[in-house]
């Protein structure tokens, strides 16, 4: 009888314990990725499992168990794309190495920039993983704020490259034209500006775990080089601007100044483009102009001594 009895109370003692210890645990605010805590979670739904009077608390440690593991391995995969994110496109710097040469660049929409280490393709297969883990991330709840920035700074070097493709493809035509000129300048602006946008949240922010913080790193690094390279090529192209501009208004003087009261126009017209270097842009249109305010210049002198010439007349007549 008092072993019995000894028997009832040390069964007791255990289910009182245990259910104590599963709910205090039940009562705790979990980190859903804390191994430790889902240990105890687990062994402690396990020790309170014999104990019909606990039905009801082990079938919520056990649902709670399964959400946070659940949580924990989509983390991990996160954590895991955003670190593969990182080994991708943590090379990407300038094709200037220290010593001044230059190796080939990597090649945007048959454009190449001046840029190594970067590759569209790449980034493209990593802003789609990501995406992925993202939204499998925001189902179960899991903090996903770090990961899409690291998205949004993927995307923003993947339209400066882009814009940055577009802006020297202009500038290697000789003319380009100036609407196409302040198109691709428009663009490149506006991916600098991400660019820039991406920048100054990155200090604020890191995401948890060493690879993460290292995607983070690494696509900032790239946006830097690409911001460089965006910036040298907006103050060419604002100056080649002006030149695209002048070399027009000196196609539609030649055009349409014909007359010798247009002389001054065409001449201001030559002036502008000799002061931005505009005839080496448009050799033809230039000696045109030049040829024709040479004989408008000679026109005028011949109208000047005609004039003189019949005021004399009339004078001698009168």
């Known amino acids: 009888m008092k072993l019995l009895a000894a028997q009832v109370a040390d069964a007791a003692a255990r289910e009182l314990s245990a259910g104590t210890r599963l709910r205090s645990l039940l009562n705790t605010r979990p980190v859903p990725t804390s191994t430790d805590y889902v240990a105890a979670l687990a062994d402690a739904t396990a020790a309170a499992r014999p104990f019909s009077s606990l ?46 040469s230059e190796q080939p660049g990597c090649i945007v929409n048959g454009v190449e920039l001046p840029v190594l280490g970067f590759d569209v393709d790449s980034w493209c297969r990593c802003v789609a993983m990501l995406e992925s883990a993202v939204e499998e991330a925001k189902d179960v709840n899991v903090s996903i704020v770090k990961a899409r920035k690291l998205v949004k700074e993927l995307n923003a070097q993947l339209a400066a490259a882009e814009a940055a493709a577009l802006l020297q493809s202009c500038l290697a035509k000789r003319p380009c034209g100036s609407a196409a000129l302040r198109a691709a300048i428009s663009k490149a602006e506006a991916a600098a500006a991400g660019l820039s946008g991406t ?34 090529q907006l103050q060419v192209a604002k100056k080649r601007l002006d030149v695209e501009r002048a070399a027009e208004a000196l196609h ?3 055009l349409v100044h014909r007359s010798l009261a247009d002389l001054p126009k065409l001449e201001a017209s030559i002036l502008n483009a000799r002061k931005v270097g505009a005839e080496e842009l448009c050799p033809g249109d230039y000696k045109e102009a030049s040829e024709l305010r040479a004989r408008m210049t000679a026109a005028a002198r011949v109208k000047q001594q005609l004039d003189a010439a019949v005021k004399a ?6």
């Open 252 to 254: 539609k003087a030649v």
């Open 55 to 100: 039905a009801a608390e082990v079938a919520v440690g056990q649902a709670l168990h399964d959400q946070c593991c659940q949580k924990a391995a989509v983390a991990s995969r996160l954590q895991g794309v955003v670190a593969q994110a990182a080994q991708l496109t943590c090379h990407v710097t300038c094709s200037s190495s220290s010593t001044g």
């Open 313 to 318: 007349l009339a004078t001698a007549t009168a």
């Open 199 to 232: 920048a100054a949240s990155s200090s604020s922010t890191s995401v948890s775990g060493s690879g993460s913080t290292a995607g983070i790193s690494c696509a900032s690094s790239g946006c830097a080089v690409f911001s460089e390279l965006l910036l040298q």
